[in-house]
């Protein structure tokens, strides 16, 4: 039976990498899958999913308005069966594009499975999330680390001496190194002016 899935986390917990490994499990298996993108984040390109770890794949970009149970439609008249929709960055659907998306799963019967934020830098929800989150058949949260040791579920973003912003526009494409994923109690230290955080923090090698 096909189901809206999210797939939420923290900031660089691994999100597109996991959307490319399913985008290649269905393809391994022979079987076609559509990648929808926001328009809003063509940092490596219009239509390109990319992950930090260097994995990419051509997808379709779309744009708020963008009627997406219409699209999966016509893509299905043109091109055939699809095993799945996979939806790269999900925090920035619209809640009727949600909405559109649970169309697909519940009129269509294809299986549409969400990547995104859960929450902004302000630990608010974000719209798609929210909806997400209201309307999905199943959740999973992508776990990521906080510097702490503890289980990383909120992002702050930092000023170029790692201390926490608190204004500024909901979305702010780009300039990931401004994002630090960190605990809740973190957040809250951070975002009262207790102490700071590098955001750029050297990876060890492995």
Same mark, same amino acid.
């Given at each position: 039976?096909?189901?809206?899935?999210?797939?939420?986390?923290?900031?660089?917990?691994?999100?597109?990498?996991?959307?490319?490994?399913?985008?290649?499990?269905?393809?391994?298996?022979?079987?076609?899958?559509?990648?929808?993108?926001?328009?809003?984040?063509?940092?490596?390109?219009?239509?390109?999913?990319?992950?930090?770890?260097?994995?990419?794949?051509?997808?379709?970009?779309?744009?708020?308005?963008?009627?997406?149970?219409?699209?999966?439609?016509?893509?299905?008249?043109?091109?055939?069966?699809?095993?799945?929709?996979?939806?790269?960055?999900?925090?920035?659907?619209?809640?009727?594009?949600?909405?559109?998306?649970? *169309?697909?799963?519940?009129?269509?019967?294809? =299986?549409?499975?969400?990547?995104?934020?859960?929450?902004?830098?302000?630990?608010?929800?974000?719209?798609?999330?929210?909806?997400?989150?209201?309307?999905?058949? *199943?959740?999973?949260?992508?776990?990521?680390?906080?510097?702490?040791?503890?289980?990383?579920?909120?992002?702050?973003?930092?000023? *170029?001496?790692?201390?926490?912003?608190?204004?500024?526009?909901?979305?702010?494409?780009?300039?990931?190194?401004?994002?630090?994923?960190?605990?809740?109690?973190?957040?809250?230290?951070?975002?009262?002016?207790?102490?700071?955080?590098?955001?750029?923090?050297?990876?060890? =090698?492995?």
């Amino acid at each position: 039976m096909a189901k809206l899935y999210f797939y939420y986390s923290a900031m660089n917990a691994g999100k597109t990498t996991t959307l490319l490994q399913s985008a290649h499990n269905y393809r391994e298996r022979g079987m076609r899958v559509a990648i929808l993108t926001p328009r809003l984040d063509d940092r490596a390109g219009a239509g390109v999913v990319a992950s930090r770890i260097g994995l990419r794949a051509d997808g379709m970009a779309f744009e708020r308005d963008t009627d997406l149970q219409q699209w999966v439609s016509q893509d299905l008249q043109a091109n055939g069966p699809l095993g799945c929709v996979l939806v790269d960055e999900a925090q920035f659907l619209s809640r009727s594009q949600v909405w559109q998306l649970s *169309e697909v799963v519940d009129q269509l019967r294809i =299986p549409v499975l969400c990547y995104g934020l859960r929450t902004d830098f302000r630990g608010e929800l974000f719209e798609g999330s929210q909806y997400l989150l209201a309307w999905a058949d *199943e959740m999973q949260e992508i776990k990521t680390i906080c510097h702490s040791g503890k289980k990383a579920t909120m992002t702050v973003r930092v000023d *170029e001496h790692g201390h926490a912003v608190q204004d500024g526009p909901q979305v702010e494409i780009g300039g990931n190194e401004r994002y630090v994923s960190v605990s809740r109690a973190e957040f809250k230290k951070i975002t009262r002016g207790e102490g700071r955080i590098d955001p750029a923090q050297a990876p060890l =090698p492995l």
